[in-house]
Each structure stands twice: as structure tokens, then as C-alpha cells.
């Protein structure tokens, strides 16, 4: 039977803790960064989850916080903890001295990319970075946060020095996605996680000017590269996103007001989303409703189908296979 309609599937974080097969070669590298920077290991890794599931997307598999790295900001991570970075009060902390320096202590992921592109087949290639707020987040909060206080204390009373760390990690970040774009990626995606903890002119400032800059340039260097951007928890801020950022895919969590789906469908943006990652931790025929509505919600739109977030820990296996074999039934019965 031809198949009309395919919608594209990836879930974020695919490669990762919920998976036997990553955590049997976690076990045996306890260096989270080594392992990103291992170009063996992480091609493995990326695959992993194409091996199991019907999907159309490889995502590399790194981490956002390569960056801080590059830059010279000490990064480890602890056994059930999560990131840990020796605190920065200014850009004079980071041992940088010039970008192609700082790059060339992440290029190893270019040669994972390399790999990737060379068994990608058919699928699409995905490469990412951290959008600069939520990369400076991490750098100056030291790691995970509830509060968010030291951050949002260090762009209101040292705003300059804000900015000129924002101005590195943007102008770093273009080129660590220019190359991974050279090396075979055909998509990427910006991970704003933090975007949500902004509001008016530092969310113009911090969050549309750095993210406007990346996709630019960007577009500049690939016409045919697609941007996936991910401004998490934007609320009502998806629609001055929309208008300010040029997207060709916008990732939506569950905040997005509902009168954006039009927007994005006049301006020909794809909807990547957004089924609550929580839901994959239930029991029953609950998954199969979920992922139903979810592309009811959607079906006017170009739609791309993920999560709100990415995959906890504890999420079955068996939930996953639920959610494609829905979403596979629906586009071939539509
Ligand atoms: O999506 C994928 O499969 C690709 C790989 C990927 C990872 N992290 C692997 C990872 C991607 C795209 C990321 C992005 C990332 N990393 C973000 C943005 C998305 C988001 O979740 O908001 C952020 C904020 C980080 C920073 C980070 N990395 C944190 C806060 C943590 C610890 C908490 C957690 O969720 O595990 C990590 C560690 C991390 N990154 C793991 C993985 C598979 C777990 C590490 C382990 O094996 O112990």
C-alpha cells in the first residue's frame, strides 16, 4: 500500500538512560563528556534507538553543555546528580582565548557527525547545540536549578557582562553547527530550554537576538539545512518567536497559546511536538489517547511528531512502540 502522509517521528532524547543497550555501554564509561567525545561510542549511541524503533530521524548524541567545555569552564557529570560546572562570574573565568582554539576541543563530534552521514541512509541527520541563554543558565548556575536566582540576578545587575558572554557562545555556536552541518547534518536543532524563564525586553534581548543571529547565519551558510528551534516554555512569547525568528520547524511543549497553529500554518512552519513526556510512564490504553490527540491537534499543520521534552529514565520501551504504531495507523488510514 502507498503511503500518503507520512509523519516524520523522533522522540528527544532518544539515545539514552530509558535504553539496556545505552546503559550497557554507560556502565563501562563512567565520563559522560569522554563518551560524547568518543566518535565509536556516540555513533553507536545515535543508532541505537533506529535499531529498535521505526523512526525518521538520527539525532547525534552530545550534550549542550559541550560548549561551556570548549570554552574552558570545567563540566563534569555525577552519578545521578546531573551536570556540575566550576562557577564564572565573568567571561575573564573561561580559559578562551580564540574560536578555533575552543572548537578544536569538541572536533571529535564532527568525525561522530562523519560516521553518522556515512550510515545515515534515508534518514534525516540532526545536529544540535544549546540556545545561548540556556547554555550561560548552566555556566552560571553551576548546574541544574529550581530557582533560577543566580542567573536572573547576573543578567539584571551585570547585563554587559551577560552580553559578552551571550556574544561568545553565539558566535561559537554557529560555527560548531556550520561544521556539523559540513560533516552531514541536514537538520538542527536549538535547544532553548530555559527560554521560559524570560519575559519582555530580556526576552527580546537574551532569547529572539541570539536565536535570530544563529538562524541567519546559518541560513546563510545552507539554504537547504532546516532549523528546528526550541524556545521551551515560552507561553504566550511562541507568537513574538514566531514573528521575530525565521523557523522552519518550531518545537512546542504544552505552553504555546492556541492561536499560534494558524500563524505557523501562514507562514509555512512545521509543529514538532508535543506529546508530555509524562505520559509515557503510565500505564494502559492512556499512551495510544494522547498520541491521538496529539495529532488531531496537529492535522491542519505540517507536523513533525516528538515530545514536549525529552524521554525520562523510567519510560517502557513497550510505550514508545505504542506511540509509532499510532501514529503510523493514523497517517496511512487518513
Ligand atoms: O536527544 C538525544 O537523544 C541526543 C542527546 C542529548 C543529550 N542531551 C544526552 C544526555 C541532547 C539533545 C541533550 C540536550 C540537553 N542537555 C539539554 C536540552 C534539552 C533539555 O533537556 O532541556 C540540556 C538542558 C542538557 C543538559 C543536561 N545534560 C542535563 C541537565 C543533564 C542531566 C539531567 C538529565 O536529564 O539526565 C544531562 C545529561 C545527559 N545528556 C544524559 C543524556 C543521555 C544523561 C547522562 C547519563 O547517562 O547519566
Redesign the pocket.
Known amino acids: 500500500m502507498k503511503i500518503v502522509n507520512r509523519i516524520p517521528i523522533w522522540f528527544?532524547?532518544?539515545?539514552?538512560?530509558y535504553l539496556p543497550e545505552y546503559m550497557e555501554i554507560?556502565a563501562k564509561n563512567s565520563d559522560?563528556l569522554k563518551l560524547c567525545l568518543d566518535p565509536d561510542l556516540a555513533s553507536e549511541i545515535s543508532l541505537q534507538p533506529l535499531k529498535r524503533f521505526d523512526l525518521d530521524f538520527i539525532?547525534?548524541?552530545?550534550?549542550?553543555?559541550v560548549i561551556p567545555h570548549a570554552l574552558g569552564q570545567e563540566v563534569t557529570?555525577l552519578?545521578n546528580h546531573?551536570?556540575l560546572l566550576k562557577s564564572i562570574y565573568s567571561k575573564k573565568d573561561l580559559d578562551y582565548k580564540n574560536l578555533n582554539k575552543a572548537l578544536d576541543k569538541i572536533s571529535n563530534i564532527f568525525e561522530t557527525i562523519k560516521i553518522l552521514n556515512s550510515k545515515k541512509k534515508k534518514k534525516n541527520l540532526i545536529g544540535?547545540c544549546?540556545g545561548p541563554f540556556?547554555v550561560l543558565n548552566?555556566m552560571i548556575e553551576g548546574g541544574?536549578s529550581k530557582t533560577h536566582s543566580k542567573i536572573k540576578t547576573f543578567i539584571k545587575n551585570k547585563k554587559d557582562e551577560a552580553n559578552d558572554i551571550i556574544k561568545i557562545i553565539t558566535e561559537i555556536s554557529i560555527e560548531y553547527l556550520k561544521n556539523q552541518i559540513e560533516n552531514g547534518a541536514n537538520y538542527v536543532q536549538i535547544?532553548e530550554?530555559w527560554a521560559g524563564l524570560l519575559e519582555n525586553e530580556e526576552y527580546i534581548d537574551f532569547i529572539i537576538k541570539p536565536n535570530q543571529q544563529i538562524s541567519k547565519e546559518i541560513r546563510e551558510f545552507s539554504k537547504p539545512t532546516k532549523i528546528i528551534h526550541f524556545p521551551?516554555g515560552s507561553r504566550k512569547n511562541y507568537k513574538i518567536f514566531t514573528e521575530e525568528v525565521k523557523c522552519d520547524v518550531l518545537s512546542l511543549d504544552q505552553t504555546y497559546p492556541k492561536e499560534l497553529l494558524s500563524l505557523l500554518r501562514e507562514k509555512r512552519i512545521t509543529v514538532q511536538g508535543n506529546l508530555d513526556p509524562q505520559e509515557l510512564l503510565k500505564e494502559g490504553e492512556r499512551v495510544e489517547e494522547k498520541t491521538k490527540e496529539v495529532l488531531e491537534k496537529f492535522k491542519k499543520n505540517n507536523h513533525i511528531f516528538n515530545l514536549s521534552?525529552?524521554i525520562l529514565p523510567k519510560t517502557k520501551i513497550s510505550n514508545i512502540e505504542k506511540v509509532i504504531k499510532v501514529v503510523r495507523d493514523y497517517e496511512t488510514s487518513k
Open positions: 528527544m532524547r532518544q539515545a539514552g538512560r554507560r559522560f539525532i547525534l548524541f552530545s550534550d549542550i553543555l557529570f552519578k546531573g551536570p544540535f544549546g540556556t548552566y541544574t535547544f530550554s521551551r521534552h525529552g
